[in-house]
């Protein structure tokens, strides 16, 4: 994740330090000065559903969680790296729940989306877009985060048919240049052999462009012949 630097934790300290004492919501006066630098790195998406702003069609939908709640830590109730841009809906599901003391002496975690946790570790989706733990770990963050309600496994359905339709009309795009290099050899000849390679490279395009679908959606789209 993106950090500010050190000029504009300064600059945050100074904000801090206008605000009166005695505001009631004084910690929240801070978090909220930092919605600006989470929007960026978080790529303005929920750090936990991934669903971006323009999918909930606004910025406002989104508000800033402390990873570890401020009942478990208040230490880190100002600290910017446990703060994780959420959405509403999220951020209401997820509130103070943590992992137990036990759980985390035994290394179960709830996984840190600021952290570089390996999601495709912890968490597996299945064909109807339903998540599943593959560790102790990503079953209790499926759990706490609740991320199987309805609106979210639609949501990944739709985000998932919209990535293969895109690969989709790339392929069909690069066997319409296929076909347009080869009927230029055709018609033409090609005593440069810049055709030739022009098709070479088309075909190296497409191999890659089909490795990258079924890589990430192979097991389903077994039925697709591309």
Same mark, same amino acid.
């Given at each position: 994740?993106?950090?500010?630097?050190? &000029?504009?934790?300064?600059?945050? +300290?100074?904000?801090?330090?206008?605000?009166?004492?005695?505001?009631?919501?004084?910690?929240?006066?801070?978090?909220?000065?930092?919605?600006?630098?989470?929007?960026? &790195?978080?790529?303005?998406?929920?750090?936990?559903?991934?669903?971006?702003?323009?999918?909930?069609?606004?910025?406002?939908?989104?508000?800033?969680?402390?990873?570890?709640?401020? @009942?478990?830590?208040?230490?880190?109730? *100002?600290?910017?790296?446990?703060?994780?841009?959420?959405?509403?809906?999220?951020?209401?599901?997820?509130?103070?729940?943590?992992?137990?003391?036990?759980?985390?002496?035994?290394?179960?975690?709830?996984?840190?989306?600021?952290?570089?946790?390996?999601?495709?570790?912890?968490?597996?989706?299945? &064909?109807?877009?339903?998540?599943?733990?593959?560790?102790?770990?990503?079953?209790?963050?499926?759990?706490?985060?609740?991320?199987?309600? *309805?609106?979210?496994?639609? +949501?990944?359905?739709? *985000?998932?048919?919209?990535?293969?339709?895109?690969?989709?009309?790339?392929?069909?795009?690069?066997? +319409?240049?296929?076909?347009?290099?080869?009927?230029?050899?055709?018609?033409?000849?090609?005593?440069?052999?810049?055709?030739?390679?022009?098709?070479?490279?088309?075909?190296?395009?497409?191999?890659?462009?089909?490795? +990258?679908?079924?890589?990430?959606?192979?097991?389903?789209? @077994?039925?697709?012949?591309?």
């Amino acid at each position: 994740m993106n950090s500010p630097t050190l &000029a504009e934790f300064a600059l945050a +300290e100074t904000y801090v330090a206008s605000i009166p004492a005695g505001y009631r919501n004084h910690s929240k006066r801070h978090v909220g000065f930092w919605k600006p630098w989470l929007r960026q &790195a978080f790529m303005f998406r929920c750090a936990y559903c991934t669903a971006s702003e323009a999918e909930l069609c606004s910025a406002g939908y989104f508000q800033i969680d402390h990873f570890v709640p401020r @009942k478990r830590d208040r230490t880190r109730s *100002r600290d910017y790296y446990n703060l994780v841009y959420a959405c509403y809906p999220c951020n209401q599901r997820k509130r103070a729940q943590f992992p137990s003391e036990q759980q985390l002496a035994q290394g179960i975690e709830l996984l840190n989306p600021s952290s570089g946790a390996r999601f495709p570790f912890h968490i597996t989706e299945n &064909a109807s877009g339903w998540l599943t733990g593959k560790t102790q770990s990503g079953s209790l963050s499926v759990q706490i985060l609740a991320l199987n309600t *309805r609106d979210d496994v639609r +949501e990944r359905n739709l *985000r998932r048919a919209a990535e293969i339709d895109n690969h989709r009309a790339l392929m069909r795009r690069l066997a +319409e240049f296929l076909m347009q290099t080869v009927d230029l050899q055709i018609t033409r000849g090609d005593p440069t052999g810049q055709l030739a390679q022009r098709s070479s490279d088309i075909q190296a395009q497409m191999a890659q462009c089909r490795a +990258e679908l079924h890589r990430r959606y192979g097991h389903l789209l @077994k039925h697709l012949d591309l």
